[in-house]
């Protein structure tokens, strides 16, 4: 007769294990649960406000302010996934259900269809995997809105597209130190 071996105790986790979707989208919502560390981010009226925040296993996170009518425009975060959750206020995403191809062109006609839109409500997020391309709107007249994010890898690229109809045009890349 062979008995198995029975442990009660966890197995361990590798220590530099990149953080999941799971694990950032967790992060974001624990954070923007933090009344007093949402409370301290600067609100200006004219335009978005950004404080750094440490994000889990390495990854990059922002606590983001946005006064009424203020969005990101087209964009992804090329090879990193990340999350975000509505702190306070309420956000708009409208975001592409397919996956473009990677690199290697500039201009692309859009299948009918693939829009999704979706309100995030305060407490309310989400997580993407990489190359999700979408834009983040403050739609509300009169509302502040304030929102947690977090990537990883870190420092992604930015990708931008300007959109007309079903035309998504590639109009720039950002490297971290263009927006440091
Ligand atoms: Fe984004």
Redesign the pocket.
């Known amino acids: 007769m062979s008995v198995s071996p029975v442990s009660s105790s966890p197995l361990p986790s590798p220590a530099a294990a990149a953080p999941t979707q799971t694990e950032l989208l967790d992060f974001v919502r624990r954070t923007a649960a933090d009344a007093e560390l949402i409370a301290s981010l600067p609100l200006d009226p004219e335009g978005r406000t950004w404080v750094r925040l440490t994000g889990p296993g390495g990854s990059e996170a922002w606590l983001i302010g946005w006064p009424p009518g203020t969005g990101?425009g087209w964009?992804?975060?090329a090879d990193s996934v990340?999350a975000?959750l509505t702190a306070s206020g309420e956000l708009k995403e409208n975001a592409l259900a397919a996956r473009l191809p990677t690199d290697g062109w500039r201009t692309l006609e859009l299948t009918d269809g693939v829009d999704r839109e979706r309100r995030l409500a305060a407490g309310q997020g989400r997580a993407?995997g990489r190359h999700?391309v979408?834009?983040?709107l403050n739609e509300s007249p009169d509302r502040h809105a304030v929102s947690v994010?977090a990537y990883y890898p870190p420092l992604p690229r930015?990708r931008r597209y300007s959109r007309s109809g079903q035309v998504l045009r590639l109009e720039q890349v950002e490297l971290p130190e263009d927006w440091q």
Do not use: Y
């Open positions: 990101t964009h992804d975060h990340g975000f993407f999700h979408h834009e983040v994010h930015i």
